[in-house]
T-cell receptor, first 113, second 115 residues
Framework: AQSVTQLDSQVPVFEEAPVELRCNYS??????LFWYVQYPNQGLQLLLK??????LVESINGFEAEFNKSQTSFHLRKPSVHISDTAEYFC???????????FGQGTELSVKP | EAQVTQNPRYLITVTGKKLTVTCSQN?????MSWYRQDPGLGLRQIYY???????DKGDVPEGYKVSRKEKRNFPLILESPSPNQTSLYFC??????????????FGPGTRLLVL
């Protein structure tokens, strides 16, 4: 069965520290990978996506994620976090174009001063 | 401004009282979906629609209905709400344009409490 696993439900970090949010998915030939962010009391916003090409993708606010086909992972990283990055982050996988988008359970990132 | 809108944003109701949550998008998207978000479970798809008059069940369709009479609107109907339908609901849409159809755009969410 197709599934997406976010290994950490909560990640507390101090401001300016690096962070990695982990995401693994069940193996498939063709996948499209996404990270969405949900700030408190708001809807989901697309943070970054991998469709094809370079396996390293970046967002405008300093996050990056790397598609690792052999490990079926799409971990999200940021070298130095800010208080404003506090939010819930969802990894999502689309199995085949036009198919269903499957979400992970979400990771709450809490950045402390 | 391109957006997906949902109404109402907050709703408290009682068991068995029919309700409808509206969803509208102004991007001419063909694909639309409804999700519910519950703590520890992420987002789960309720129903989706590939185009007008074309709808299909997602992972958790029980207790819900949808309709797609117009391209821009995709209402979610709870004929007889129950407390286990207390949740945060999101509508989403995506473009049919090649290279864009994989990305879904989400509405602001509707928080529903069923007493």
């Amino acid at each position: 069965a197709q599934s997406v696993t976010q290994l950490d439900s909560q990640v507390p970090v101090f401001e300016e520290a690096p962070v990695e949010l982990r995401c693994n998915y069940s193996s498939s030939v063709s996948v499209y990978l996404f990270w969405y962010v949900q700030y408190p009391n708001q809807g989901l916003q697309l943070l970054l996506k991998y469709l094809s090409g370079s396996t390293l993708v970046e967002s405008i606010n300093g996050f990056e994620a790397e598609f690792n086909k052999s490990q079926t992972s799409f971990h999200l990283r940021k070298p130095s976090v800010h208080i404003s990055d506090t939010a819930e982050y969802f990894c999502a996988v689309l199995y085949n174009q036009g198919g269903k988008l499957i979400f992970g359970q979400g990771t709450e990132l809490s950045v402390k001063p | 401004e391109a957006q997906v809108t949902q109404n109402p944003r907050y709703l408290i109701t009682v068991t068995g009282k029919k309700l409808t949550v509206t969803c509208s998008q102004n991007m001419n998207h063909e694909y639309m979906s409804w999700y519910r978000q519950d703590p520890g479970l992420g987002l789960r798809q309720i129903y989706y629609s590939m185009n007008v008059e074309v709808t299909d069940k997602g992972d958790v369709p029980e207790g819900y209905k949808v309709s797609r009479k117009e391209k821009r609107n995709f209402p979610l109907i709870l004929e007889s709400p129950s407390p286990n339908q207390t949740s945060l609901y999101f509508c989403a849409s995506s473009s049919p344009v090649a290279g864009e159809q994989e990305t879904q755009y989400f509405g602001p969410g509707t928080r529903l409490l069923v007493l």
